[in-house]
């Protein structure tokens, strides 16, 4: 996109698909590197202004693949976007599905 710096990592397993994170080029920005395996896909994006960082991390988590949510530097002043593939009536659903345990785990502590 015309404007926008492109961070982004493509699906390793199949021809399309994947994250992506753009940044306007008047900010400063580096990509940090998520090791996920064959897990969920993610990638970390920095900003970096005069007086502090913050890291974004979007994640997708395809069926069939596991989370890769400990694979993340949760720390202050980390924003955490993505697909994780789950259903909690906390999030606005009706039904509460298998994956979501492990996804509210993680969400409860890293607050």
Known sequence: ???????????QDGHKGGVIALVKYDITASEIQVNTGDRAEMIGTELHFKDKNITIYNCYCPPGK??????MNISDLRIVVGDNDSHSPSWGYENHDARVEEVEDWQRFTN
Do not use: I, S
């Not at 996109?1 to 961070?7: A, I, R, S, V």
């Open 66 to 71: 596991d989370h890769a949510l400990h694979a």
């Open 1 to 11: 996109m015309k404007g926008y710096q492109t961070f982004k990592q493509d699906r």
